[in-house]
């Protein structure tokens, strides 16, 4: 039997019919399907999204990434009348941003950008991997206007354009904090209601922040993947929730993240098990040989083929288990990726 490289990229590959990515979300977000996997010992159960709660205990405490998703995809034209696109990526000040543009070429220092009658732009500077600093002009409020004439930034194995729909849906409903150009996933599944059910069963709900950026979606190009850079990305813990979770770990309580940049976020912030508080930039890569600190139990949804999201999950479960449950998840035709279905892990 050939021996399996947990370092090795191809070791994440796994077969996904296209026909299993889901490309619109489920009219009710809490009736997704939901894999339940027992890490320690691989079992596997099928369940409803909205039956959580009885794989959950009154002692456990739930961690959230607030973080809300701008309209980041904006349509604009130069004074030539040529098309344009500019993706907004990272704020630099109250006007600057780092954004990414189509086509390049066009785009050059000193270009100008009418997006409408209440926002136009210019371009001032180059940023990195082909991207442009952009210094945006309006009247009112920015984000009015962005709500207004902005377009939800879709994951590229969507094949379809956004809606305003999606505006909703592409949004966890405890989004509070402006600032991701993707969501986390794993919080599309809870409404509200679920969420006062799980409160009331005496599960407290804590929240971090983690703006999630394109490098969510950039793929590992190193074969070695121990060689892979992952992308920085602005996170932030408060003194009272480091406090909350650092009491429960000393009671033995179970921190269950809902989703990976949680994951990424309290991991990034743990020091000997345990959990500082603060904001900063990380570029943690959670992957198999790593040691996961703080989490007991995640909230997650299947994830793209030798992605660092397979291999943080591997890190949890285990690589056998996860590689098993994808390939069940397969068989029994579950939904992938963003809009798609949910894993518990415990």
């Avoid at 604009?76 to 941003?97: C, H, M």
């Avoid at 591997?314 to 894993?343: L, P, Q, W």
Wanted: charged share 25%; glycine share 6%; aromatic share 8%.
């Amino acid at each position: 039997m050939q021996k399996i490289s947990l370092t090795k990229k191809s070791s994440y590959w796994y077969h996904l019919p296209p026909e299993f990515i889901a490309q619109h979300p489920k009219d009710k977000r809490s009736e997704s399907r939901m894999l339940v996997l027992n890490r320690t010992s691989g079992k596997i159960q099928h369940d409803k999204f909205n039956h959580i709660i009885n794989h959950l205990k009154p002692t456990d405490i739930l961690v959230v990434n607030k973080t809300k998703v701008i309209p980041a995809r904006l349509f604009g034209t130069k004074s030539t009348g040529a098309k344009v696109e500019i993706f907004l990526l990272e704020q630099k000040t109250d006007n600057r941003w780092e954004c990414l543009v189509k086509p390049g070429r066009k785009l050059k220092i000193g270009s100008e950008i009418i997006f409408n009658e209440d926002l136009k732009a210019k371009i001032i500077d180059h940023a990195d991997e082909g991207g442009r600093i952009v210094e945006f002009y309006w009247e009112e409020n920015f984000w009015d206007i962005l709500e207004n004439i902005g377009n939800v930034p879709l994951p590229p194995y969507i094949k379809r354009e956004s809606t305003d729909k999606d505006k909703e849906t592409y949004q966890t409903v405890y989004a509070q904090e402006r600032g991701s150009v993707a969501a986390p996933t794993a919080g599309l599944h809870f409404t509200i209601p679920l969420m006062q059910q799980i409160r009331e069963k005496g599960i407290e709900i804590l929240e971090v922040v983690l703006h999630v950026g394109l490098g969510t979606f950039r793929p590992v190009k190193t074969d070695d993947i121990k060689d892979h850079t992952m992308h920085s990305e602005h996170c932030s813990i408060s003194e009272e929730v480091a406090a909350k979770i650092n009491k429960a770990k000393k009671e033995g309580r179970r921190i269950i993240a809902v989703g990976t940049t949680t994951t990424r976020t309290l991991e990034s912030f743990a020091e000997n098990g345990h959990l500082e508080s603060g904001s900063h930039w990380t570029k943690i890569f959670l992957y198999p040989g790593k040691e996961i600190q703080i989490i007991d139990g995640l909230i997650t949804n299947f994830h793209m083929p030798e992605s660092t999201l397979m291999m943080l999950v591997s890190t949890f479960a285990g690589y056998e288990n996860i590689m098993n449950a994808y390939k069940i998840a397969v068989e029994e035709k579950y939904r992938f990726f963003s809009y798609g279905d949910a894993m518990l892990i415990i």
